[in-house]
C-alpha cells in the first residue's frame, strides 16, 4: 500500500544560469516552511535558462555530464534536505557528445536514481538531440513515477507508455513563455484522465514562462492550480494508490480503459506504430519490459 506523498510544484523564474547557490537557498528556505513535504519539483531548464536581462548561454557551453559538478551538487543539495528533488531539465553532454535535454531525479540519500533524456524537442526551436528511451522509476514507499518534459505532452504515445510500464504520477516539466499553455493546461487533464494516472504540470514563472502550473488526479479533476505566471509553491498530498482504484472501478465508476482488451481478443494491428495492441498484455503495469530504474551514484 502507497504511502501518502507530500509534494511541492516550484512555480518560478529562472534564476540567473548556473547559479546553484540562488537555487540551494531558496529550497533550504522552502524546506524548512515545509518540513513535511517530501518531492520537490521544478521547471524546465530551471537551471539553464537565462534571468531576466541577461544573454542566455547556449545549450553546447551549458551542457556538462550527469555525474559532472551541477549533478554532484544537486545530489548533495538533496542529501542534505532529506528530500526527493527534482530540479526540472538540464543540459546533459551525453557520452556519445551530444547535447540532451534531461531531467535527472535525486532521492534523500543523495542519489540521481533516474534521468529522463527529452524524447520531442520543440522543433526547430530546440536543438538538442532527441532522447531515445522511456523512464519510470520507483520512488520508495511512496508509488512509480514516469517523466517528461514539456513538448513530451502533446504526444500520447508518450504519456500511454509510461502508464503502461507502471507510472502512477508523471512529472511534465514546463518552460512555456507562449500562448498555447492554455492548451497544455487542456493536454494535461486529458494525459490524466485517458491514462487514469496522477499529472503535475510544473511551467516556470514570469517572467521566464507564463505559468499555470497544476496537479490533476487519475480521474482528470485538477487538484491544486496556479491562475497565473506569478511565483507560487503548490503543495499536495497525493495518495498514488489511487490509481489502483479509479483502474478497477472505473473514471466517475464508470470508464476502466486499462480493462477494455481481454485475453482472447484478437491483436489490434497500428499500423503507425508498425506494433500491435495484445490483449493477453494490455494494462497498465503490464509493460513488456520491466520499469527502467537508475541508482547511479551521484
Not at 55 to 80: H, K, M, S, Y
Not at 257 to 278: K, V
Amino acid at each position: 500500500m502507497a504511502s501518502p506523498l507530500p509534494l511541492a510544484l516550484v512555480q518560478a523564474p529562472a534564476p540567473p544560469a548556473g547559479n546553484l547557490d540562488a537555487f540551494a537557498s531558496r529550497l533550504e528556505r522552502l524546506a524548512r516552511q515545509r518540513p513535511a513535504v517530501r518531492l520537490y519539483v521544478h521547471p524546465e531548464l530551471h537551471l539553464a535558462t537565462a534571468a531576466p536581462g541577461e544573454d542566455a548561454p547556449a545549450p553546447e557551453e551549458l551542457a556538462q555530464p550527469l555525474d559532472g559538478p551541477l549533478g554532484r551538487r544537486l545530489g548533495e543539495l538533496a542529501g542534505d534536505l532529506g528530500v526527493w528533488l527534482a530540479p526540472g531539465s538540464l543540459y546533459e553532454r551525453g557520452d556519445d557528445g551530444n547535447v540532451y535535454n534531461t531531467a535527472p531525479v535525486y532521492s534523500p540519500d543523495g542519489r540521481r536514481v533516474a534521468a529522463y533524456r527529452k524524447i520531442c524537442p520543440w522543433r526547430p526551436y530546440e536543438t538538442v538531440t532527441p532522447g531515445t528511451e522511456f523512464v519510470v522509476f520507483r520512488m520508495g514507499e511512496y508509488g512509480r513515477v514516469g517523466l517528461t518534459i514539456c513538448y513530451d505532452a502533446w504526444f500520447p504515445e508518450i504519456t500511454r507508455n509510461l502508464a503502461h510500464l507502471g507510472a502512477e504520477l508523471i512529472l511534465n516539466v514546463v518552460q512555456t513563455p507562449t500562448s498555447d499553455r492554455e492548451q497544455e493546461t487542456v493536454l494535461a487533464r486529458a494525459n490524466a484522465l485517458t491514462n487514469q494516472v496522477f499529472v503535475a504540470s510544473v511551467n516556470a514563472a514570469g517572467p521566464t514562462g507564463v505559468g499555470r502550473s497544476l496537479l490533476v488526479d487519475p480521474e482528470g479533476r485538477v487538484r491544486v492550480h496556479a491562475p497565473g505566471a506569478e511565483d507560487c509553491v503548490l503543495t499536495d498530498v497525493v495518495d498514488l494508490g489511487e490509481t489502483a482504484r479509479v483502474r478497477r472501478y472505473g473514471t466517475a465508476g464508470l470508464n476502466r480503459p486499462w480493462q477494455q482488451f481481454r485475453p482472447g481478443d484478437a491483436a489490434l494491428d497500428l499500423p503507425l506504430y508498425s506494433g500491435r495492441i495484445e490483449p493477453g498484455t494490455w494494462g497498465a503495469g503490464h509493460g513488456g519490459s520491466p520499469l527502467t530504474e537508475r541508482h547511479e551514484a551521484s
